[in-house]
């Protein structure tokens, strides 16, 4: 069965830096694109980055672009999110997203989050 497990949240001050990882398996993780959401407190789930299959082309939400850098490891089925200049805002539960097409379907799957507290 699919499993997307995420690492890495913690408690930083803000200016600080973190890295989460997203360890995939279960599928072709090199076919899937991957992703990073977060949802704060009663906010809705926003997409941080993707990073896409073959080349690896990335997008980020506009909030994190220069600070954040998503990256992906084929060999070992794992994504990760380099995030620097942590902020307050930055506060949230941070999830790993996996998408493939296989089966002449869309499947899509989610991690179950780690915590990111950015506070002094």
């Known amino acids: 069965q699919v499993q997307l497990v995420e690492s890495g949240g913690g408690l930083v001050q803000p200016g600080g830096s973190l890295r989460l990882s997203c360890a995939a398996s279960?599928?072709?993780?090199?076919?899937?694109?991957m992703s990073w959401y977060r949802q704060a407190p009663g906010k809705e789930r926003e997409l941080v980055a993707t990073?896409?299959?073959?080349?690896?082309?990335?997008n980020y939400a506009d909030s994190v672009k220069g600070r954040f850098t998503i990256s992906r490891d084929n060999a070992k089925n794992t994504m990760y999110l380099q995030m620097n200049g942590l902020k307050p805002e930055d506060t949230a539960v941070y999830y790993c997203d996996a998408q493939y097409w296989a089966e002449f379907r869309l499947h899509r799957y989610w991690g179950q989050g780690t915590q990111v507290t950015v506070s002094s």
């Open positions: 279960g599928f072709t993780f090199s076919s899937a694109a």
């Open positions: 990073i896409r299959t073959g080349g690896g082309g990335t």
